[in-house]
């Protein structure tokens, strides 16, 4: 198992975001974080990358906690954010050295596999340019090249496909079915539930910090049966039922 969360409790300040979540990615696996904005998906994201530090619970990557050792624990996470973060003084060139050395990986084969990612997502021949010359397109595209060019036994990638052009969103599903091909485990978000019901193993449906549910997508239909046959079916009940209270308190 890579990824154990249980009863993770957080946020970012005294009162908790996240309340006693629990769910877990298994190797070789693409788990989908699902929930309106606000829900608390970057949040748990946040934590288990080890950005923010839980109030309450355990995060364990291969049985690893972050507070056992850090280095360790970080070096088995590639994470692609929603919006790219690149060094403006850096060149596509040094940010993909700069991975390696973070990773501590073998530069030949490290570049082997840089440059046919770079191929892939027509990036090849910017290998000098700076990141104000790219596109918010390129430069996630930037971001998922040097996350896919590492021996990161984890995958975290929040909101991967915006910005994304068609041919890329097909190149990077085909990717992740590489890594997951070959044990990686991938955690995703995403707002794309089309393309998540086609792709991804499980669900983790998050409402207000807490887990609403987590399944298969046959799972979920089956649970939810009186909403929906499609995850976006489900999603768009679940969510106008959970927005309704807020209008309903409002009007109070």
Not at 51 to 66: A, C, D, Q
Not at 85 to 103: F, G, K, N, P, Q
Not at 185 to 202: F, G, I, N, P, Y
Not at 209 to 215: A, D, K, P, S, T
Request: proline share 3%; charged share 25%; with cysteine.
């Amino acid at each position: 198992m890579t990824l154990e969360v249980n009863q993770l409790t957080g946020g970012y300040s005294s009162i908790p975001v996240l309340k006693a979540e629990t769910f877990d990615v298994q190797d070789g696996e693409l788990v989908s974080l699902i929930g309106l904005n606000g829900a608390g998906k970057s949040t748990t994201i946040n934590h288990v990358i080890g950005l923010m530090t839980p109030f309450s619970g355990t995060i364990k990557l291969n049985g690893l906690r972050i507070e056992d050792d850090v280095q360790r624990y970080k070096q088995q996470i590639a994470y692609v954010p929603e919006m790219p973060v690149l060094y403006s003084e850096l060149t596509l060139r040094e940010h993909v050295d700069a991975t390696i050395m973070a990773y501590n990986l073998d530069h030949l084969v490290a570049w082997d596999r840089a440059n046919r990612l770079l191929k892939l997502f027509r990036l090849e021949n910017k290998l000098d340019w700076f990141p104000a010359n790219f596109s918010k397109g390129m430069r996630q595209k930037v971001m998922i090249v040097c996350a896919f060019m590492t021996d990161a036994k984890l995958l975290v990638i929040d909101e991967p496909f915006l910005g994304l052009d068609p041919l890329a969103v097909d190149d990077l599903l085909n990717l992740i079915e590489e890594k997951k091909a070959a044990g990686v485990s991938v955690l995703m978000s995403t707002h794309v539930l089309d393309t998540a019901e086609k792709h991804c193993d499980r669900f983790v449906l998050i409402n207000d910090g807490q887990v609403n549910y987590e399944g298969t997508m046959e799972q979920i239909k089956e649970h939810y049966q009186d909403l929906g046959d499609s995850l976006t079916d489900i999603y768009l009940s679940l969510a106008r039922a959970q927005a309704r209270p807020n209008q309903d308190a409002e009007g109070d």
